[in-house]
């Protein structure tokens, strides 16, 4: 089984502020890796995949990069909707979902 | 817009059958090169890949899970479904049925739908 960790737990970000979230796969993944971001009581909203192409409708000032084991999804300026739990999710081999990071009001 | 709703027993007994159904609205399940799957997160947790039926009707399921796990599709109700056998306490979950876009990530989900195994 292929192991995601995320990093950190907890992000904590003043609104307009950069956020860095990190994924790292036990093993190389290529850019097999997807993002979600989920919300209270939410189902998960896709993000990103291929590591770094948006989904439809997701703004601008989301992104992802990395490929093989080590991954970031970057919020540029963080809006208030963006408070939310992020997921990492490789499909190189079956589906593994890393831990969440919550990014929370700072 | 395609909309997935998930139906079922909102408690299920340990050692018991969990039985669940998506219904697709909005396209066919049986449309060429899609997938069908379900996804699963237990209170506070994070989430676990259940597996996945192809419009072909072959399936994938996590490892972990594949002795308990039958996914199915009808395509008369444009519905499929999910039975976890011999259920017990780590099996209570929000259990979300989606659709993997090539089978990879997913880009359409349920709202999800809270099953707890308890007696």
């Known amino acids: 089984e292929i192991v995601m960790t995320q990093f950190p737990a907890t992000l904590s970000v003043s609104p307009g502020e950069r956020a860095t979230l990190s994924c790292r796969a036990s093993?190389?993944?290529?850019?097999?890796l997807a993002w979600y971001q989920q919300k209270p009581g939410q189902a998960p909203r896709l993000l990103i995949y291929?590591?770094?192409t948006r989904a439809t409708g997701i703004p601008a000032r989301f992104s992802g990069s990395g490929s093989g084991t080590e991954f970031t999804l970057t919020i540029s300026s963080l809006q208030s909707e963006d408070f939310a739990v992020y997921y990492c999710q490789q499909y190189n081999y079956w589906w593994t979902f890393g831990q969440g990071t919550k990014v929370e009001i700072k | 817009q395609l909309q997935l709703q998930e139906s079922g027993p909102g408690l299920v007994k340990p050692s018991e059958t969990l039985s669940l159904t998506c219904t697709v609205s909005?396209?066919?399940?049986?449309?060429?090169?899609?997938?069908w799957g379900w996804i699963r997160q237990p209170p506070g947790k994070g989430l676990e890949w259940i597996g996945s039926i192809y419009y072909s009707g072959s399936t994938s399921y996590n490892p972990s899970l594949k002795s308990r796990v039958t996914i199915s599709a009808d395509t008369s109700t444009n519905q499929f479904s999910l039975k976890l056998s011999s259920v017990t306490a780590a099996d209570t979950a929000v259990y979300y049925c989606t659709r993997p876009s090539g089978g990879d990530y997913s880009d359409y989900w349920g709202q999800g739908t809270l099953v707890t195994v308890s007696s």
């Open positions: 909005g396209g066919s399940i049986s449309s060429s090169s899609y997938y």
């Open positions: 291929g590591a770094s």
């Open positions: 093993q190389s993944v290529t850019s097999n």
